[in-house]
């Protein structure tokens, strides 16, 4: 039935986008600190502030989600125009365009430790499944987080986020990879 939302599909898709992370830090367990902090011009993030951006997003989308869920306010059904704000991020992050992270999730000058946000954003994902499962369907179809560019999307379009950013981003940190490489040996 379309627009049905289950919670089975929902936590099958986290634990593929978790799968993706994890495997992204099977890679970058083996880099240095000095190639985790690398930056080869004062205006790109190092490996390690992409990476944080991308734990903060879904951290503060969580925080998100657990406030408008826990208001007892009533959550309006998502309908067309959630799925038009979808498809709108999905072309945005296809086309060849930068984008400015909106200040609440900009890691521009920190500096982060990578076991520990390794461990937070676990720990992120952890409590994403464990919410997922305690919601009911009707809740999980709402509208339930706010996109800051977007606006409201319900529980799988909020996955499909994670999903596609967390891409876009594992691009860049793969070019950030080869960039050091090359640019430490030199």
Do not use: C
Not at 133 to 148: A, C, S, V, W, Y
């Amino acid at each position: 039935m379309p627009g049905t939302i289950h919670k089975d599909k929902l936590v099958d898709h986290l634990d593929r986008i978790e799968s993706d992370r994890k495997k992204l830090f099977a890679e970058l367990d083996d880099l240095s600190q000095e190639k985790l902090h690398f930056r080869r011009s004062p205006d790109k993030w190092t490996i390690l502030q992409i990476l944080d951006h991308l734990m903060t997003s879904e951290k503060l989308s969580l925080v998100y989600i657990k406030r408008k869920t826990s208001s007892g306010n009533s959550i309006e059904r998502s309908g067309f125009l959630s799925r038009f704000r979808i498809f709108t991020l999905k072309l945005a992050f296809f086309l060849p365009f930068k984008y400015k992270a909106p200040k609440i999730s900009d890691s521009t000058g920190k500096n982060p430790n990578y076991k520990e946000l390794k461990m937070e954003w676990q720990g992120v994902r952890s409590e994403m499944k464990e919410l997922i499962r305690k919601l009911d369907e009707n809740t999980l179809k709402g509208q339930i987080f706010k996109h800051p560019i977007l606006g409201m999307l319900n529980m799988k379009q909020t996955l499909q986020f994670f999903d596609i950013h967390f891409n876009h981003h594992k691009k860049q940190i793969e070019n950030r990879i080869e960039l050091t490489l090359h640019d430490l040996k030199n």
